[in-house]
């Protein structure tokens, strides 16, 4: 027997974890039970597992990392429960080799032709659901570009959060932390008042400033399907994800001055150590521009 459905409640309950985090946690260890098909677990069948998703399965580092996090918090809950006599981790460490992966990010004239489809788009809509819908796409997608938020943090944007006298929103980030930004591009602020205007008519059913034609919330899905829509038809990179536009915001503002400390929280990372990565990436630019523009190089 399994204690899945009590362990995620406990961890709900008392960890406040967001709901991917929860679904990722059952998912790994619904996953480990499966395939090992007993009662009574040993550290052997630990073991061959994690050789099961390196060898065959052929995941990651990082996502075989993930799992014996789940799992490891899954048997603590039974020893911490007395639903086991014996806890397979005790005594089993893992080591994994540290895998340092630069962050990916477009280049600024790809992030203008990107901004440019999705407005002439609107130039050519006819019907009053194309201008509703490219309306919503283009504070969407300026939203996204000009404060490096993650999509599902921009799903759950409601309409309480903002402020456009202010010129404020209210990011809810990872660990249910919340962080204040500032719009003050005039551009951005300017398409989501546009879209706010036209979001009334609509017949929204729920409080998030992002929602599709039927009023719900837009999902992180669908914001996806977007970004692909405008990546397709403005021949960017073709490997891009929305991802890539919070990592060209994160590195731009440190290659143009800005502190870590202040990236690290206008970004909403726990831990600067995650912020610092970018700082990789700035100085490489940096090292591109006075290869190639310094004028001493020259004389």
Same mark, same amino acid.
């Given at each position: 027997?399994?204690?899945?459905?009590?362990?995620?409640?406990?961890?709900?309950?008392?960890? $406040?974890?967001? +709901?991917?985090?929860? /679904?990722?946690?059952?998912?790994?260890?619904?996953?480990?039970?499966?395939?090992?098909?007993?009662?009574?677990?040993?550290?052997?069948?630990?073991?061959?597992?994690?050789?099961?998703?390196?060898? *065959?399965?052929?995941?990651?580092?990082?996502?075989?990392?993930?799992?014996? &996090?789940?799992?490891?918090?899954?048997?603590?809950?039974?020893?911490?429960?007395?639903?086991?006599?014996? $806890?397979?981790?005790?005594?089993?460490?893992?080591?994994?080799?540290? *895998?340092?992966?630069?962050? #990916?990010?477009?280049?600024?004239?790809?992030?203008?032709?990107?901004? +440019?489809?999705?407005?002439?788009?609107?130039?050519?809509?006819?019907?009053?659901?194309?201008?509703?819908?490219?309306?919503?796409?283009?504070?969407?997608?300026?939203?996204?570009?000009?404060?490096?938020?993650?999509?599902?943090?921009?799903?759950?944007?409601?309409?309480?959060?903002?402020?456009?006298? *202010?010129?404020?929103?209210? &990011?809810?980030? /990872?660990?249910?932390?919340?962080?204040?930004?500032?719009?003050?591009?005039?551009?951005?602020?300017?398409?989501?008042?546009?879209?706010?205007?036209?979001? #009334?008519?609509?017949?929204?059913?729920?409080? $998030? %400033?992002?929602?599709?034609?039927?009023?719900?919330?837009?999902? %992180?899905?669908?914001?996806?399907?977007?970004?692909?829509?405008?990546?397709?038809?403005?021949?960017? $990179? !073709?490997?891009?994800?929305?991802?890539?536009?919070?990592?060209?915001?994160?590195?731009?503002?440190?290659?143009?001055?800005?502190?870590?400390?202040?990236?690290?929280?206008?970004?909403?990372?726990?831990?600067?150590?995650?912020?610092? !990565?970018?700082?990789?990436?700035?100085?490489?630019?940096?090292?591109?521009?006075?290869?190639?523009?310094?004028?001493?190089?020259?004389?």
């Amino acid at each position: 027997m399994n204690y899945i459905n009590q362990l995620i409640t406990q961890l709900k309950i008392t960890k $406040n974890l967001q +709901e991917q985090t929860l /679904k990722a946690y059952s998912s790994d260890i619904t996953n480990f039970l499966n395939y090992i098909n007993k009662d009574k677990i040993e550290q052997i069948d630990i073991l061959n597992y994690i050789n099961y998703l390196f060898d *065959e399965k052929k995941l990651k580092d990082r996502s075989i990392k993930r799992k014996i &996090i789940s799992l490891k918090i899954y048997f603590n809950f039974l020893e911490d429960n007395s639903l086991i006599n014996t $806890n397979p981790f005790t005594k089993l460490k893992f080591k994994f080799k540290q *895998e340092k992966k630069l962050p #990916k990010t477009l280049q600024k004239n790809e992030v203008k032709k990107l901004l +440019e489809t999705v407005y002439d788009e609107l130039n050519s809509s006819i019907t009053p659901y194309k201008k509703f819908e490219t309306i919503r796409n283009i504070s969407l997608l300026e939203i996204l570009i000009s404060t490096g938020i993650r999509i599902q943090e921009a799903s759950s944007i409601t309409l309480n959060d903002i402020s456009l006298q *202010e010129k404020t929103i209210i &990011i809810h980030g /990872k660990g249910r932390k919340e962080r204040q930004l500032f719009i003050l591009n005039k551009y951005v602020l300017s398409s989501l008042k546009n879209w706010l205007t036209i979001r #009334k008519t609509s017949s929204p059913k729920c409080n $998030n %400033i992002f929602i599709n034609k039927y009023g719900n919330p837009l999902s %992180i899905h669908s914001i996806e399907n977007i970004f692909r829509k405008y990546k397709t038809l403005s021949n960017i $990179n !073709i490997k891009a994800t929305p991802h890539y536009l919070r990592h060209t915001f994160a590195t731009n503002l440190l290659t143009n001055g800005a502190d870590l400390r202040s990236v690290q929280e206008i970004l909403g990372h726990s831990s600067i150590s995650t912020t610092q !990565i970018y700082l990789e990436i700035s100085s490489n630019r940096k090292k591109q521009v006075l290869q190639k523009y310094n004028y001493r190089n020259n004389l």
